[in-house]
């Protein structure tokens, strides 16, 4: 009889804790810019991420999320046509909402020689203020952000595509009861 009683006491000490199931997933994100003969030094251009289209893990637990971490950032320059001294003397990642109501600067680079770097994965630093705003992003109602890679070389013509990497981690909580 004490020992049903015991289950009786646990099952209902679970109940009123809760049962629930977490789980981690990573993920990648990539966003390719194609700067292909662009007359000037200067070059913008904005994409969406929508991260229910980058994972059919994070879709399909969208609702039960805890957190969402950018684990690591890289950039590689996968093609290049240019003279050998050509650089990026400046250029900067933006991340805004998709409303447009705020941005943020995810990371700036500048000096970077193309033909030393083409095919070559880079660090992408990211800051701490665009990586939480850009997690945040993900997180809300549009698991969506805006992405803008704004870029200034030293001579024209300019012709290289570069990808942005991102590898996430997420935590989703589910509740079974």
Do not use: W
């Amino acid at each position: 009889m004490r020992k049903i009683m015991f289950v009786c006491v646990a099952v209902v000490a679970a109940v009123i804790i809760g049962c629930s199931a977490s789980k981690n997933f990573t993920f990648s994100i990539d966003k390719v810019f194609v700067v292909n003969n662009y007359s000037s030094t200067s070059y913008t251009s904005s994409d969406t991420i929508n991260a229910t289209q980058e994972s059919s893990d994070f879709n399909t637990y969208k609702s039960d999320l805890q957190s969402v971490s950018i684990q690591s950032a890289t950039y590689t320059i996968t093609s290049f046509t240019g003279p050998l001294t050509q650089t990026i003397t400046s250029a900067t990642v933006t991340v805004k909402a998709l409303d447009g109501s705020s941005s943020k600067v995810l990371a700036t680079l500048s000096n970077v020689n193309l033909s030393s770097v083409a095919a070559i994965t880079q660090p992408l630093t990211l800051t701490d203020d665009g990586k939480q705003f850009f997690e945040n992003q993900l997180t809300g109602s549009t698991s969506s952000v805006v992405i803008t890679f704004t870029a200034t070389a030293n001579q024209a013509p300019v012709n290289f595509t570069v990808k942005f990497h991102f590898d996430i981690l997420t935590n989703y909580s589910k509740s079974l009861i």
